[in-house]
């Protein structure tokens, strides 16, 4: 008989993970063999069970999924990663994948979705949830412009991004519209950006930003 699949599932909501023990206890072909909390707990669970499957949340106290994910995959990287989480921003996606996951499923998949990551990962495959890969394959069709390769490093490609629109003129509505990211999550870049470069608003922004080359030779819009 083939061995069930042995999985560990990490979030910091105990309901998650009773939902996810309720759906694996009436199947045969997986095993849940750890549970976890944190960030921290997850990276001694797996070095201790070796699960073939990691179900992973993003956000959770002490260590985030996606440091987890490289700690793991750095000591066993042979174990499946699947991300599971409420965000869908193209941050979350990218960072889940240069960190190693082979999945990445919203919180709100049903159940056979969840399955069918699951048994895929644990065949080394890859798997995302049909949004998740929209958004990636629009991330590689949309055009982009060669921003100064050497200007904040401090930034990451997606803040950089925003900070080219930025000095572009562009505000935060129009901002989400090009990028096609909710403008919550814009604002959130903005306020990283001012944080990283140390600047207390937009035009000192603009005025670093121009400076390095960013925004240069492109339409306003409003």
Same mark, same amino acid.
């Given at each position: ?12 909501? @105990? +309901?998650? %993970? #009773? ?11 997986v095993?849940? =063999? $750890? *549970? ?47 991300i ?22 919203l ?5 056979? @979705? +969840?399955? %069918? #990551? ?13 949004? =998740? $890969? *929209?958004?990636?394959i ?34 935060n ?32 922004a ?17």
């Amino acid at each position: 008989m083939t061995e069930p699949t042995r999985l560990l599932i990490v979030d910091d909501h @105990e +309901l998650f %993970r #009773a939902g996810v023990r309720a759906l694996v206890r009436s199947l045969t072909t997986v095993e849940v =063999v $750890a *549970e976890s909390s944190t960030g921290q707990q997850a990276v001694a669970a797996a070095l201790e069970t070796q699960p073939d499957v990691v179900l992973m949340d993003i956000q959770m106290p002490d260590m985030d999924g996606i440091e987890a994910t490289r700690r793991i995959l750095a000591n066993s990287p042979h174990i499946g990663i699947i991300i599971v989480t409420m965000f869908e921003d193209d941050d979350s996606v990218f960072a889940a994948m240069r960190a190693g996951a082979r999945g990445y499923v919203l919180k709100g998949a049903g159940q056979d @979705e +969840l399955m %069918r #990551a699951i048994t895929a990962v644990a065949s080394g495959e890859a798997l995302y949830n049909a949004k =998740v $890969a *929209e958004r990636v394959i629009g991330f590689f069709n949309m055009p982009r412009r060669d921003l100064p390769m050497n200007a904040f490093p401090e930034l990451t490609e997606r803040e950089r991004e925003v900070l080219d629109l930025i000095a572009q003129g562009l505000g935060n509505p129009a901002i989400a519209r090009r990028l096609d990211i909710r403008d919550k999550t814009v604002r959130n870049h903005v306020s990283n950006i001012f944080s990283k470069l140390q600047v207390a608003d937009r035009v000192q922004a603009v005025v670093r930003a121009r400076r390095a080359g960013f925004g240069v030779g492109e339409e306003r819009e409003a």
